[in-house]
């Protein structure tokens, strides 16, 4: 296993009290395991993915480990986890395309970055990995305004993993790109785990359809909390959580037809987090919810890889 | 037929002095009527967008005419009792300072200042309404009060008290989450059978398979393929509209690469021949198609 998380709390602290935008989080990740993360926006996907690199100023590590590779990461040591960036962790950021420097050509701004890191700067190295994910030569040499957003985004991807990261978070990379780019985008990031570039990657996104075109395992996270965690197929044919099925059911694909069959949207909100009320969080909104809902159901193995924390499942 | 716009095109002048010229929309043709829900599909840049601006009347376009009910569509208050826009960032369509109820009241002002107060108050809940939303939850909430989705609804219900007879929806679930989108679409097909004309615009294509009747595929401002959607979409002739459908992901199936093309000119600069009749109303553009 490289990446143990054990019960990881993490708050916002805003002026009306802390929101547990995590609250208590547990899950593996194995060696060259690509995991989807998917949730509604405000579910804590973003979160759990910064909360792994960099807490901002605003989060507060509350409580739990993590562990990768077998070393611990003092993910709330702002200082000691700079000696992990880059080198162990690495990120692709949601916003990549405005991640790159627009003061420096593409090969300035590398040579530059990984010398900031003690690193050199392998030329033929990068532009083996540019050949990979199709960007020309010539883009070392532009600034980062004379390239498109999909150039930006795969130059972005090259250069986070240039220094062969352990865990890599790819937070909704594809969410600004074209389905064309995004297929090329995705593609690539399985490029990058196959050729051992990195060793595991967390995927977070709200597509499930992409997901599962690339991730070997996804996780479905409400409210803070996990809502289930299965093997792709698994998860997307078989789906035992309410939330799940109900995020399913209301993905238009390509050859669903309104007039057909007509798709319905979950009704309602995920709870505020400033002040979750107890129990199970999505009982609100689960045409299930029962007594027992009342009571905060526990994460459950439910098959071997399988996780489901719904007392219903 | 309500919309139409003949040999429509834009030019846009860039660069400091406006020295180089690029086109986003070349000589596009198409028309929408009542009770119907037209998407209009493309990549960035493809110049969905601009299309959407120009029948708005927000940017004018360099040759051609877009007609509404046989008159020229022009910006102005008669055309957007009819015609109205809804916009891709429900966050940033809002003034900030203003309630909902605020909003709907600027309505009241420049459009129906004849309607009396209270008479106009059941309107607008019966506009709220109709767009599944409880007036006594979202009237008297600032906008950062209120959801993506319910912001998104706001603005339909908005467009509902004027006698709106089309309505420009540009990527206008994009930015909702899957458990909200699909009811905004729900909503937009309801209307549609209320005799409302829609122009879907979006780079998602299962979102505009959805719901549109007819799919007008774009790529570098010209039309690459239209018709009728189950006809585009189950049988897609132009090599672009194949390779896009390929690139869609789907839940229950691999990711496939549309066969390879040999020569096409879709690769240069569309196809520049126009549109072929393929199909009863099923347009193509493809140089290819004429020699085999």
């Keep these: ?313 | 037929m309500m919309l139409r716009l003949d040999h429509v095109t834009k030019v846009f002048r860039i660069g400091a002095f406006g020295g180089r010229t690029v086109t986003a929309v070349a000589d596009v043709s198409f028309d929408v009527v009542p009770g119907e829900v037209v998407s209009l599909i493309g990549e960035s840049g493809s110049g969905k967008s601009t299309i959407g601006r120009m029948i708005l009347g927000l940017n004018p376009a360099t040759s051609g005419t877009i007609t509404f009910d046989g008159r020229p569509a022009r910006s102005g208050k008669e055309y957007y009792r009819h015609v109205q826009g809804i916009f891709q960032d429900p966050f940033s369509s809002f003034n900030p300072v203003f309630k909902a109820d605020r909003v709907f009241a600027m309505i009241k002002e420049s459009y129906r200042p004849d309607v009396p107060a209270r008479e106009w108050d059941e309107r607008v809940r019966a506009a709220l309404r109709d767009v599944r939303l409880n007036p006594d939850q979202v009237l008297g909430k600032y906008p950062h009060q209120l959801s993506g989705g319910q912001l998104q609804r706001l603005l339909i219900a908005r467009a509902l008290l004027l006698d709106i007879k089309l309505l420009v929806a540009d990527e206008i679930t994009s930015m909702l989450d899957a458990s909200t989108r699909i009811d905004v679409l729900n909503l937009l097909a309801e209307l549609k059978t209320r005799g409302l004309g829609v122009l879907y615009i979006t780079h998602d294509l299962s979102l505009g398979n959805y719901l549109a009747e007819r799919t007008i595929v774009l790529r570098k401002g010209t039309v690459v393929e239209m018709g009728p959607t189950g006809e585009v979409f189950g049988g897609p002739l132009h090599p672009y509209t194949r390779e896009l459908l390929s690139a869609v992901p789907r839940l229950h199936q691999e990711w496939t690469d549309a066969e390879a093309v040999e020569t096409c000119l879709y690769h240069e600069r569309g196809a520049s021949g126009g549109l072929l009749e393929a199909g009863p109303g099923h347009f193509v553009a493809c140089a290819r198609l004429t020699t085999c």
């Design chain 1, 1 to 313: 296993m490289s990446l143990h998380v054990s019960e990881l709390e993490v708050h916002y602290r805003t002026l009306r009290g802390d929101v547990r935008a995590l609250d208590g989080m547990s899950f593996e990740l194995g060696d060259g395991e690509i995991l989807g993360l998917v949730g509604e926006s405000g579910c804590g996907k973003s979160t759990l993915g910064k909360a792994l690199i960099r807490m901002d100023g605003r989060m507060r590590h509350v409580g739990g480990r993590v562990v990768l590779d077998g070393r611990e990461l003092p993910i709330a040591d702002d200082r000691a986890m700079n000696d992990f960036r880059f080198k162990e962790v690495s990120l692709i950021p949601q916003y990549a395309m405005s991640a790159l420097n627009p003061t420096r050509k593409i090969r300035k701004m590398v040579g530059e970055l990984l010398r900031s890191r003690g690193a050199a700067l392998d030329v033929a190295e990068l532009e083996r990995r540019m050949d990979q994910v199709g960007l020309p030569r010539e883009v070392l040499d532009r600034y980062p305004i004379e390239l498109s957003g999909g150039m930006k985004q795969r130059m972005v991807m090259v250069i986070s993993t240039l220094l062969d990261p352990s865990l890599l978070i790819a937070d909704e990379v594809t969410s600004a790109l074209d389905v064309s780019t995004q297929k090329a985008v995705a593609r690539a990031l399985l490029g990058f785990r196959d050729s051992g570039y990195v060793k595991s990657m967390i995927f977070v996104t709200h597509d499930i359809a992409l997901t599962h075109h690339i991730a070997d395992t996804i996780m479905v996270m409400y409210a803070g909390r996990l809502a289930e965690k299965a093997p792709a197929d698994v998860l997307v044919k078989a789906p035992r959580h309410p939330y799940t099925r109900l995020l399913i059911d209301a993905l238009p694909e390509v050859g669903v037809r309104y007039a057909e069959r007509r798709l319905e949207g979950i009704a309602g909100s995920p709870p505020s987090l400033l002040d979750p009320p107890p129990g199970c969080r999505f009982r609100d909104r689960c045409p299930l919810a029962g007594d027992e809902c009342a009571e905060q159901p526990p994460v459950a193995e439910v098959a071997p890889g399988h996780y489901v924390a719904c007392w219903k499942a």
